[in-house]
């Protein structure tokens, strides 16, 4: 049987920390990167993946972006905000720091800080970073951005918590209101300001002038920055800066889309403006897909409970299916990265931790799994095929099921976060190419494609059996247990 290219297996963890830094990277002067990160938005937002006027409103800074990079149709990532983060600032999979699921329990919760972040990659080789807008990673000291790595940060823990302070009930509770914080690396984190649905409309104005002011100061410099911009929208609630109320008269929905694209091309505007294009890597993707809720009772109104569109695909964010795992991606450097180009190859958001590694001349930690493989190349055009061929599918800290290519094989279902589960006796199998809303069982048609894909699933068991995952909530220091 034809050996898996799968995450597992391209970069082996005993030789990562010699294999995985590139040669081109040390050629040529370390690139900027700046990573635009929205929340909970649908895969078919956007006008290059056949969104924009069709939602009520054309996305001429995204379009532009996709045009001038490389679009990926089948770009992945975890079902829900926490892990998906995780994965992200981490290249392993949210269960393996501890964060397989979003926090509802309160205490102590995010990455240790014995995990190694893409900021704490980069500043080994002379990058500075910020952070500015949604982390969701740890809401404590020890926790925030500024101690994991990033140089500065402004930003809440999470969206919907700015309903909180509107509620008379949870005003009455004693429950503690939430905040905005912001920090500088070496000194404790501080409050900025209120978090509630006044400003919840406005952030989104303020992290891009944040980050367009960090971009100016740091090209000032000529030394390589990280800008990691995890932007609010399009999380619930869905509302709209006082700019931009109005300006398409298709309702709030499309404003925030036009809202998203404007605020997109104010920071490529900057770029482009300061002669450092060339040397910038942009990123546009998203942490989830659309909201996984539906409009109903809402103290802020029906209009602000919105559910984005995934496009073709079925589901939303909290489920198993393409619709929640599946986002838009566009990839932009100049020069390097083919202008238009496009490709459906599996890709997964942690992916760009040993990919930045590679572009950075940085080095991927060799005493833990990385389940996060080497994109570099694949982006940069010198081969057509990605580096992995499929990805496993986690609920919370439970396996789904996994893809492989085209193929998508499910144990277990669930259509919301508000309804029960179906397990089911013997697995489902679907082909995404012609079945993009997995309905049609496939399984006694294709049984070499189930085994294919199920195969991932047991090569990846073996690796939490021999690295055993950070226990959720886990203290600093953190030591890892060993088998």
Same mark, same amino acid.
């Given at each position: 049987?034809?050996?898996?290219?799968?995450?597992?297996?391209?970069?082996?963890?005993?030789?990562?920390?010699?294999?995985?830094?590139?040669?081109?990277?040390?050629?040529?002067?370390?690139?900027?990167? $700046?990573?635009?990160?929205?929340?909970?938005?649908?895969?078919?937002?956007?006008?290059?993946?056949?969104?924009?006027?069709?939602?009520?409103?054309?996305?001429?800074?995204?379009?532009?972006?996709?045009?001038?990079?490389?679009?990926?149709?089948?770009?992945?990532?975890?079902?829900?905000?926490?892990?998906?983060?995780?994965?992200?600032?981490?290249?392993?999979?949210?269960?393996?720091?501890?964060?397989?699921?979003?926090?509802?329990?309160?205490?102590?919760?995010?990455?240790?800080?014995?995990?190694?972040?893409?900021?704490?990659?980069?500043?080994?080789?002379?990058?500075?970073?910020? !952070?500015?807008?949604?982390?969701?990673?740890?809401?404590?000291?020890?926790?925030?951005?500024?101690?994991?790595?990033?140089?500065?940060?402004?930003?809440?823990?999470?969206?919907?918590?700015?309903?909180?302070?509107?509620?008379?009930?949870?005003?009455?509770?004693?429950?503690?209101?939430?905040? $905005?914080?912001?920090?500088?690396?070496?000194?404790?984190?501080?409050?900025?300001?209120?978090?509630?649905?006044?400003?919840?409309?406005?952030?989104?104005?303020?992290?891009?002038?944040?980050?367009?002011?960090?971009?100016?100061?740091?090209?000032?410099?000529?030394?390589?920055? @990280?800008?990691?911009?995890?932007?609010?929208?399009?999380?619930?609630?869905?509302?709209?800066?006082?700019?931009?109320?109005?300006?398409?008269?298709?309702?709030?929905?499309?404003?925030?889309?036009?809202?998203?694209?404007?605020?997109?091309?104010?920071?490529?505007?900057?770029?482009?403006?300061?002669?450092?294009?060339?040397?910038?890597?942009?990123?546009?993707?998203?942490?989830?897909?659309?909201?996984?809720?539906?409009?109903?009772?809402?103290?802020?109104?029906?209009?602000?409970?919105?559910?984005?569109? /995934?496009?073709?695909?079925?589901?939303?964010?909290?489920?198993? %299916?393409?619709?929640?795992?599946?986002?838009? @991606?566009?990839?932009?450097?100049?020069?390097?990265?083919?202008?238009?180009?496009?490709?459906?190859?599996? $890709?997964?958001?942690?992916?760009?931790?040993?990919?930045?590694?590679?572009?950075?001349?940085?080095? $991927?930690?060799?005493?833990?799994?990385?389940?996060?493989?080497?994109?570099?190349?694949?982006?940069?055009?010198?081969?057509?095929?990605?580096?992995?061929?499929?990805?496993?599918? *986690?609920?919370?800290?439970?396996?789904?099921?996994?893809?492989?290519?085209?193929?998508?094989?499910?144990?277990?279902?669930?259509?919301? /976060? %508000?309804?029960?589960?179906?397990? *089911?006796?013997?697995?489902?199998?679907?082909?995404?190419?012609?079945?993009?809303?997995?309905?049609?069982?496939?399984?006694?048609?294709?049984?070499?494609?189930?085994?294919?894909?199920?195969?991932?699933?047991?090569?990846?068991?073996?690796?939490?059996?021999?690295?055993?995952?950070?226990?959720?909530? !886990?203290?600093?220091?953190?030591?890892?247990?060993?088998?």
């Amino acid at each position: 049987m034809k050996k898996l290219r799968t995450a597992f297996v391209a970069c082996s963890v005993t030789m990562a920390a010699t294999l995985c830094p590139i040669a081109f990277a040390q050629d040529v002067k370390k690139p900027n990167i $700046v990573l635009i990160n929205m929340d909970n938005f649908g895969w078919g937002e956007p006008g290059f993946n056949g969104g924009g006027i069709i939602r009520g409103t054309a996305t001429p800074n995204m379009d532009q972006l996709a045009a001038e990079g490389l679009r990926l149709t089948n770009f992945n990532v975890e079902a829900q905000c926490t892990p998906s983060r995780a994965s992200l600032m981490s290249g392993r999979y949210g269960v393996r720091s501890g964060n397989h699921t979003i926090p509802l329990g309160g205490g102590v919760y995010g990455l240790t800080q014995w995990e190694v972040t893409i900021a704490e990659m980069l500043e080994e080789v002379g990058y500075y970073s910020a !952070a500015y807008g949604k982390w969701h990673l740890g809401w404590s000291e020890g926790r925030y951005p500024t101690n994991q790595g990033f140089d500065e940060f402004y930003g809440i823990e999470s969206v919907e918590q700015s309903i909180w302070p509107s509620q008379p009930e949870s005003a009455s509770s004693g429950f503690e209101p939430p905040v $905005v914080m912001q920090g500088i690396k070496g000194e404790p984190a501080s409050v900025a300001r209120e978090w509630n649905l006044e400003y919840r409309a406005r952030i989104d104005g303020d992290l891009t002038e944040k980050a367009n002011d960090f971009i100016r100061r740091r090209a000032e410099t000529g030394e390589p920055f @990280f800008l990691y911009l995890p932007y609010t929208a399009t999380h619930f609630p869905t509302l709209v800066h006082p700019e931009f109320e109005g300006a398409t008269g298709n309702g709030v929905w499309a404003d925030l889309l036009y809202q998203i694209d404007t605020y997109v091309g104010r920071i490529t505007d900057t770029i482009d403006e300061l002669g450092i294009a060339d040397n910038t890597i942009v990123i546009f993707t998203a942490d989830n897909g659309p909201e996984a809720l539906t409009a109903g009772d809402s103290h802020v109104g029906m209009e602000n409970m919105i559910q984005g569109t /995934p496009g073709p695909w079925r589901g939303a964010a909290f489920t198993p %299916f393409e619709g929640s795992l599946r986002v838009p @991606f566009v990839a932009r450097w100049p020069g390097r990265i083919p202008a238009g180009s496009a490709s459906n190859e599996v $890709v997964h958001m942690m992916d760009l931790f040993p990919t930045f590694a590679a572009f950075a001349g940085g080095t $991927v930690p060799a005493d833990r799994y990385i389940d996060g493989v080497d994109q570099s190349a694949f982006f940069l055009g010198e081969q057509q095929q990605s580096n992995r061929d499929g990805v496993i599918v *986690y609920m919370g800290a439970e396996i789904y099921g996994a893809k492989y290519k085209n193929w998508k094989v499910t144990t277990k279902e669930v259509e919301s /976060p %508000f309804s029960a589960a179906i397990e *089911y006796p013997t697995p489902r199998l679907y082909n995404l190419l012609t079945d993009p809303q997995e309905r049609q069982n496939l399984i006694f048609n294709y049984t070499w494609a189930v085994e294919l894909t199920l195969a991932q699933i047991g090569e990846h068991l073996k690796t939490l059996e021999e690295y055993p995952p950070v226990p959720p909530g !886990a203290p600093d220091p953190y030591t890892p247990s060993t088998k």
